[in-house]
């Protein structure tokens, strides 16, 4: 089998860290899609994110020092601004080289969270940053935290577009037996991919009864439908309401999930989870998203990661994930409908890419 080509959709949003993450005078050093950047504030909190390799003797700039609205190299005092340009030279008559420039990334702040352009800079474009507007910090509050995935991107897409793991890899935690009688649809606007399932007259786990303060043996219809942006971020919206009603999502209640995942490389991934409650609930609300978030990181990083990372080693770090011809279920249809919605969206983009140079 020959190697695979590298293949990332450029021209999008992809999350780069949580707001907090990137703390005013200090450097936070991530790969996304392969390339090496590092994110820091400016002297008006803007945050900035630049190639990270001085072009001097390719030291790494994050192990360097925020000064003003600049980094400045570890190695030899060059400085670049959020721009990319070299603002100081100390040596010799001070003359900056017209070549001492590095790599800037179009970074965005919104949702909660930074956002960062791998593509055309000329075309990064806010408006095109995915709606989570459930995770505002001004409405809701937010509860967050980071898992570094030895898997591809899309595998742990796959993972939450596909929620009928959750009744065997989860079978103590989130899910329970039905499975097999849940209501499914797969939708489609535009890029964005919707998956719908709904199980009805279902008893949840011991251990979900016992954090919603359920009796025991109750017997719900639940839905778990995600929202899919390219080139993988995900809202999960979870409800339940009393079995027997027609339409349960018309009158139950619902809590809000998110998944986000940037390739980091081909085989693997960064991992921001969140869930969200609206500030109207209080300080209960403040403290359940807490708790919540402490709960859901269990179950994620010791049984979906374990898997998504035995799945790659599998698969090994070559390999195609068509050319490997996996065998297809029902289940898989949002998941597959999401992959060609990103082959689609890759193949235009290589395409228009040659057709311009």
Known sequence: MQNKKINYLRNCWYVAAWDEEVKPGEMLPRTFLGEAVVLFRDSSGRAKALADRCPHRFAPLHKGQVCGDSVQCPYHGLRFDGSGHCTLNPH?????????????????????????????????????????????????FVGKDYLHVLSNYQLDVDNIMDLSHIDYLHSGTLGSPGSESAETEVRQEGDTVYSLRLVRNERLSPELEKRNGVEPGSR??????????????????????????????????AMYFFHLFTPESETTTHYWF???????????????????????????????????????????????????????????????????????????EQEAAEVGQ
């Not at 965005?108 to 995915?130: F, H, N, Q, V």
Request: hydrophobic share 40%; proline share 8%.
């Open 92 to 140: 010799g008559d001070g003359r900056i080289p017209r070549a001492a420039k590095v790599t800037a990334y179009p970074v965005a702040e919104r949702y909660s969270l930074l956002w960062i352009w791998m593509g055309d800079a000329e075309r990064a474009d806010e408006t095109l940053i995915p709606c989570f507007e459930r995770m505002a910090p001004d409405e809701w």
């Open 220 to 253: 719900f219809d639940r839905w778990l439908d995600v929202r899919w942006e390219p080139p993988g971020v995900m809202e999960l919206i979870v409800g339940r309401a009393p079995t027997g009603n027609p339409e349960p999502r018309n009158v139950g209640n």
């Open 274 to 348: 969140a869930v969200s409650k609206h500030k109207s609930g209080g300080e209960a609300a403040k403290e359940a998203v807490s708790s919540d978030i402490q709960f859901l990181k269990k179950p994620f990083e010791t049984e979906d990661l374990p898997m998504l990372e035995a799945q790659q080693r599998t698969m090994g770090c070559d390999a195609d994930f068509w050319e490997l011809k996996p065998v297809l279920l029902s289940v898989d249809g949002p998941g597959v409908r999401a992959r060609r919605v990103l082959d689609a969206l890759i193949k235009a």
